[in-house]
């Protein structure tokens, strides 16, 4: 990456335009920066912030020269992108992160034995790259989880399974690809750690976010955890450890398990800003947003406090009707302490993330109970 800065108002490039692309075209532009959106639909989110649309598939040559050729600096909403194509780019013009790190985020195997390699724990899994990996002593793994190695998220490409039987037959169901099986553990809680790292090897980390789900998306996010100060910090630590590790650049989400005696295990990690890091648009001096524009032009990282206790709630299709009509938002949106964050999506589904909203009060309790009331009248 460049030593000198990036300035606005120069062009910035993000591969992907939903909503994390979205919100990262809104802190770009706020901050004076032009921004180009590569996404291959029509009606991506981030453009209708975007400067430029090029609306192209990941692996478009003719999409990926114009963006190495405009932009002064390329990144990434998601970690399901082409890596060869971040590759490309990353040999014209500055890209965070690396294709190797987004690489690495991609599979779940890979991710694994990173983790480890950079000396921290994970649920004990084993990796099943063909059927007769499954010959193996599964017994150590289960009850457990069989997830697909590639283009899981949100649950899906996930099956529960308690016998070696039932994990032979969900790997036959999920088509014979590579796999994990990874043990399940007796869980207090989730949370997550966000890291925003510079090419000068500057770091700040986010308060973390207690995160709780709901048939497998995330669904609420507490700040700060409800946790003790002390497994806060080893988690921001660990979480450093790995960005390190990586020798990452930009926004890097590491998601754990707690376990029974504050003991901490890696779950997986996210190369770009996350769910659970939405809280930070409205309770944070920086955003999760403007810290990846700031790593991708070789800022500082800006300060992380948080100004106050905080909870996220995702909005899914689900609670729009069936008819397409709007949810009714008139509780919310009387709620001085209380912030509407709407993705600009044309279409409801189930399962599917519309949008999102805050509420900030004195306690983490506080707001707790008020975005649970705040949820019920939908």
């Not at 796999?179 to 007796?186: A, I, N, Q």
């Not at 750690?193 to 497998?216: D, Q, S, W, Y």
């Not at 450093?240 to 890097?252: P, T």
Request: proline letters at 6%.
């Amino acid at each position: 990456m460049a030593n000198q800065p990036i300035l606005p108002p120069a062009m910035l490039g993000i591969l992907g335009g939903g909503q994390l692309g979205r919100m990262f075209t809104v802190a770009a532009k706020t901050m004076g920066y032009r921004v180009t959106v590569l996404d291959p639909d029509a009606n991506a989110p981030a453009a209708d912030f975007a400067d430029v649309h090029l609306c192209a598939a990941y692996n478009d040559q003719a999409a990926l020269k114009t963006l190495a050729e405009s932009c002064a600096a390329v990144t990434t909403e998601f970690e399901n992108v082409n890596a060869d194509s971040m590759r490309w780019l990353a040999q014209h013009v500055p890209v965070s992160p690396s294709g190797d790190c987004v690489a690495v985020a991609q599979d779940r195997i890979l991710e694994k034995s990173w983790i480890r390699k950079a000396g921290l724990a994970t649920a004990p899994y084993l990796a099943l790259e063909t059927v007769e990996d499954l010959n193996h002593d599964l017994t150590p793994y289960l009850p457990g989880i069989l997830k697909t190695a590639r283009l899981g998220y949100d649950g899906k490409g996930q099956v529960r399974v308690s016998t070696a039987a039932e994990a032979r037959a969900a790997y036959a169901d999920l088509g014979g690809q590579a796999c994990v099986l990874e043990k399940m553990l007796p869980l207090v809680c989730e949370v997550s750690a966000i890291v925003a790292r510079t090419n000068t090897h500057e770091v700040a980390v986010f308060p973390l976010a207690e995160n709780r789900h709901a048939k497998g998306i995330l669904d609420i996010s507490i700040v700060p955890a409800q946790v003790t100060p002390a497994l806060a910090a080893k988690a921001q630590q660990m979480a450093v450890q790995l960005a390190e590790a990586l020798d990452y650049v930009g926004v890097l989400t590491v998601e754990f398990f707690v376990l029974d005696g504050d003991e901490l295990v890696l779950n997986e990690i996210a190369p770009r800003p996350h769910n659970s890091g939405h809280y930070t648009i409205d309770a944070c001096l920086t955003s999760q947003y403007e810290q990846q524009v700031r790593a991708m032009c070789g800022l500082y990282p800006g300060k992380v406090d948080l100004l106050s206790p905080v909870v996220m709630v995702n909005l899914l299709g689900d609670v729009w009707k069936d008819d397409g009509g709007e949810p009714n938002w008139s509780v919310l949106m009387q709620a001085p302490n209380a912030h509407l964050h709407l993705y600009g999506k044309r279409e409801a589904r189930p399962g599917r993330k519309m949008g999102h909203y805050c509420v900030l009060a004195d306690s983490a309790e506080a707001a707790l109970a008020q975005a649970e009331a705040i949820k019920d009248t939908f």
